[in-house]
T-cell receptor, first 111, second 112 residues
């Protein structure tokens, strides 16, 4: 399967700070998603971004597929941004929706 | 968006019990997935199904089986629960076309 590495594993921020989360993957992909897991365990879709750049409010993401990495930017962080952020990728030719997950970045935002 | 519903948010079972986890999706999609999440390990694929009565093993199928009798419903079965199956179980189904994956709320299972 495809190896997915996320960094950093843990991140502690003060409210208002900016941060960048990174996702490296080992093979060509046709699916890349960023998720946020809330305190109740629900995985919330943030971005579907196999290539290019997208923005949604204070969050944005960039995937450079040719170099096999993706970045998630969080600006002006809030305490509600706390949780685990997962990057997941799907390989070319894989079953639709079959994703390989990284181990996540645990983000803690203090007031 | 695809809506995925899992029947039980929290379960507590005893070692050796048979456990059923149910999942329903509303998009009439062929593919459905069961993942397991453990701290520090991310999500790992247990089984998936690409049509009624069709299934394939994922990365960690040992100790589990699945059932897909109707297109909208995908069940995960622990024939004889063990303490090392204490975990969060997540069901998912993709949006047709893009493959963007949507998850249910998760089922947190504790085996005593």
């Amino acid at each position: 399967g495809i190896q997915v590495e996320q960094s950093p594993p843990d991140l502690i921020l003060q409210e208002g700070a900016n941060s960048t989360l990174r996702c490296n993957f080992s093979d060509s992909v046709n699916n890349l998603q960023w998720f946020h897991q809330n305190p109740w365990g629900q995985l919330i879709n943030l971005f579907y971004i196999p290539s290019g750049t997208k923005q949604n409010g204070r969050l944005s993401a960039t995937t450079v597929a040719t170099e096999r990495y993706s970045l998630l930017y969080i600006s002006s962080s809030q305490t509600t941004d706390s949780g685990v952020y997962f990057c997941a990728v799907g390989g070319r030719g894989s079953t639709l929706g079959r994703l390989y997950f990284g181990r996540g970045t645990q983000l803690t935002v203090w007031p | 968006d695809v809506k995925v519903t899992q029947s039980s948010r929290y379960l507590v079972k005893r070692t050796g019990e048979k456990v059923f986890l149910e999942c329903v999706q509303d998009m009439d999609h062929e593919n459905m997935f069961w993942y397991r999440q453990d701290p520090g390990l991310g999500l790992r694929l247990i089984y998936f199904s690409y049509d009624v009565k069709m299934k394939e093993k994922g990365d960690i199928p040992e100790g589990y089986s699945v059932s897909r009798e109707k297109k909208e419903r995908f069940s995960l079965i622990l024939e004889s629960a063990s303490t090392n199956q204490t975990s969060m179980y997540l069901c998912a189904s993709p949006s047709p076309g893009s493959g963007e994956l949507f998850f249910g709320e998760g089922s947190r299972l504790t085996v005593l």
